[in-house]
């Protein structure tokens, strides 16, 4: 054999065990030894052959690294939306009834949004122009339709309190007695309620305070006019002083003795 064919032969035979050996999850070379390896692989020695990861690591991309990263392990209130390779680590998703409270899903929280927002995904966002969620709801409701019901909008809704309708206006009518005032009220007032949380709370309020204060007027009234009525009869009631007539007065002036004496046409006689 000669040189040249001795050099070739000897090249290819070179080749071959760095294909065997060397360039099963080789990336790149330096001569004939492998200075980084593929995604999956790791180089324990800095020449020598690329070994895989084992099976709870992982190298998501080319890397010279004596060693793997470790895959993620879904626990607890985590579970498994994908497994671990070689080329990428697990993903997690939390259990039901709680949503990840970021991307890669580090910490879970409970599905149940705040007041005026739903569940989109895995992110809680605020309710559409029409709806509300008065944070008890796992999604927003379409606010009620007033008009459909034959009644008006008395209180406007938003993101956390449906609109409060009523059929018509409360009529108070004038009773000489409580019970008939009330009851009065009371059959008059019929409102559609279809609120929840503090709207609900207010429209009760404001019943209950109309009702109250328009039975406070009259028994104000009534206890007024009795109040009235007992004044005069004590007033009635009084005698009047009676004035008595005494008999006159004898005369209290006092008469001196007239004076004897002659009748006018009397002639004066002088005494001897």
């Not at 498994?80 to 993903?91: I, P």
């Not at 008009?147 to 938003?158: D, E, F, K, L, W």
Request: charged letters at 20%; glycine letters at 8%.
């Amino acid at each position: 054999m000669d040189p040249v064919t001795s050099i070739l032969l000897s090249g290819l035979l070179q080749i071959l065990y760095i294909q065997t050996v060397l360039c099963d999850g080789c990336l790149k070379f330096a001569g004939s030894c492998c200075i980084q390896c593929n995604a999956g692989y790791f180089l324990p020695k800095k020449c020598g052959p690329c070994i895989p990861c084992p099976s709870k690591g992982y190298n998501e991309r080319p890397t010279d690294r004596p060693y793997c990263d470790h895959c993620r392990r879904c626990e607890g209130i985590f579970l498994y939306k994908e497994r671990c390779t070689s080329t990428s680590n697990a993903v997690c998703t939390c259990i039901p009834g709680k949503v990840c409270v970021d991307e890669k899903c580090t910490q879970c929280k409970s599905d149940r949004c705040q007041a005026g927002q739903q569940l989109q995904g895995q992110k809680c966002v605020d309710c559409p122009v029409g709806t509300f969620n008065t944070g008890a709801e796992h999604r927003c409701i379409p606010w009620k339709n007033c008009t459909a019901h034959g009644g008006v909008v008395i209180a406007n809704g938003n993101r956390t309190s449906d609109v409060v309708c009523k059929e018509y206006l409360i009529k108070v009518t004038q009773s000489p007695s409580p019970p008939s005032a009330v009851s009065a009220v009371t059959t008059n007032i019929k409102n559609v309620i279809g609120s929840s949380g503090e709207s609900n709370l207010q429209v009760i309020y404001i019943i209950v305070s109309a009702s109250i204060g328009l039975l406070l007027i009259v028994i104000c009234i009534i206890y007024r006019q009795k109040l009235t009525e007992t004044i005069k009869h004590i007033f009635h009631t009084i005698p009047k002083p009676v004035v008595k007539q005494t008999e006159e007065e004898e005369g209290c002036s006092y008469h001196y003795p007239e004076e004897e004496r002659g009748g006018e046409n009397e002639p004066m006689t002088l005494v001897a």
